[in-house]
């Protein structure tokens, strides 16, 4: 990389490294943040599942029978 001419200083200055440790430090929020977003969604999509089993189970349950007015079929 070639030097480069520094307004603020008035003269030509070498670029400055990038600081290894930032970039480290910006890529592990960044995938924490992803897994975190992800893990999220995943809960949701869980929670919109049960949700549904639990609104859809009253449809097409059975009903139950009253207590001791049935007793179903015996075969003798």
């Known amino acids: 990389m070639a030097p480069y001419y520094d307004h603020q200083v008035g003269r030509f200055e ?3 490294l990038p600081d ?4 480290i430090l910006a890529r592990a929020r960044r995938a924490r943040a992803q897994a975190t977003s992800d893990l ?3 809960l949701k999509v869980v929670a919109g599942r049960i949700a549904t ?3 859809h189970a009253g ?3 059975a009903k139950l029978p ?3 007015g049935y007793q179903g079929m015996r075969r003798t």
């Open 59 to 61: 449809y097409g349950a």
């Open 40 to 42: 999220f969604r995943g």
């Open 20 to 23: 290894h440790h930032a970039i």
């Open 66 to 68: 009253p207590p001791g």
């Open 14 to 16: 070498p670029p400055a």
């Open 53 to 55: 089993f639990f609104c």
